[in-house]
């Protein structure tokens, strides 16, 4: 969600896609009501319009969101429907960005049925507090260009682990353009 507001405050019009079916985490940034019908309904049922499921943010006037909606039996299924790469094929002639929340990407294949919409797949780690297997996980399908679209944000770091003031921290952002590499920056 503060991806798609900033994204939003630059006067884009932002949509944040709900598709952890599994475990929908963006039903906070809408109103109870909003979120009963989502993604997950459009997908299993064909006299839905998705016009009808887009949700105003509470973050930004630009920032609309669609919500995952009930949670389904089968998300897989769902999210592997021609109907669905129709959805995001129209969706792109109305948003300047589309953004995807989705389930962790090594818990669920779901999340590597979406990697083929997306332009760039970004892992928020939390400093402390991400397990090493996922980061692990995610630079082994870097490296075996099974995702190559990758990159990082690293939050939660304790400011006392912030350098040039105290105010801001500098990281390697492409490791194609580095000679260090993400494994070395991760175990250090």
């Known amino acids: 969600i503060n991806l798609a507001s900033i994204m939003a405050n630059c006067n884009k019009n932002v949509l944040l896609i709900g598709a952890d079916l599994r475990n929908p985490r963006l039903n906070g940034f809408l109103e109870a009501n909003e979120c009963n019908y989502g993604l997950s309904n459009y997908l299993s049922n064909s006299e839905l319009n998705y016009h009808g499921?887009?949700?105003?943010s509470k973050s930004h006037p630009n920032c609309k969101i669609i919500a995952a909606g009930s949670i389904p039996p089968n998300p897989s299924e769902l999210l592997r429907q021609v109907k669905f790469k129709d959805l995001i094929a129209d969706?792109?002639?109305?948003?300047n960005y589309i953004i995807i929340d989705s389930a962790p990407i090594m818990l669920v294949a779901d999340s590597m049925l979406l990697s083929k919409y997306a332009s760039q797949i970004i892992f928020v780690l939390k400093a402390g507090?991400?397990?090493k297997q996922h980061i692990e996980f995610a630079l082994d399908s870097f490296?075996?260009?099974?995702?190559d679209k990758i990159k990082f944000i690293l939050n939660n770091v304790p400011k006392a682990n912030l350098g040039y003031g105290e105010r801001f921290s500098y990281g390697i952002a492409d490791q194609k353009k580095s000679k260090i590499s993400w494994r070395a920056l991760f175990n250090h």
């Open 91 to 95: 969706l792109e002639k109305e948003f």
């Open 53 to 56: 499921l887009i949700r105003n």
């Open 129 to 131: 507090g991400t397990n």
């Open 143 to 147: 490296e075996n260009q099974e995702l």
